[in-house]
């Protein structure tokens, strides 16, 4: 059974900053691609940053220098490090899991960020 679970979410000031980490179980983690998501109610959900098995990343144009995305292949834990955060990062955040050569993906339960003075 495939498990991503979350954690880290919360309540910060704008300027803050919050780590979240996924931790993944079920799934050969070294090879999957491994990302993060968010939405706000009404919207879609967006990409915020990706992390091949290779180590390569990718950012939405909204996040670029503010969060960073790394993974730990010892421990299957991806965690995403959010700087200078804005009210308008404010979304439940979801850790998203593609295992390589695989047709099914895998979605976490989410976490509420919110960005608020």
């Known amino acids: 059974q495939v498990q991503l679970v979350e954690s880290g979410g919360g309540l910060v000031r704008p300027g803050g900053s919050l780590r979240l980490s996924c931790a993944a179980s079920g799934i050969t983690f070294s090879i999957a691609t491994m990302a993060w998501y968010r939405q706000v109610p009404g919207k879609q959900r967006d990409l915020v940053a990706l992390?091949?098995?290779?180590?390569?990343?990718n950012y939405a144009e909204s996040v670029k220098g503010r969060f960073t995305i790394s993974r730990d292949n010892a421990k299957n834990t991806v965690d995403l490090q959010m700087n200078s955060l804005k009210p308008e990062d404010t979304a439940v955040y979801s850790c998203y899991a593609h295992p390589l050569a695989s047709q099914t993906h895998y979605w976490g339960q989410g976490t509420q960020v919110t960005v608020s003075s």
């Open positions: 992390i091949t098995n290779g180590g390569l990343t």
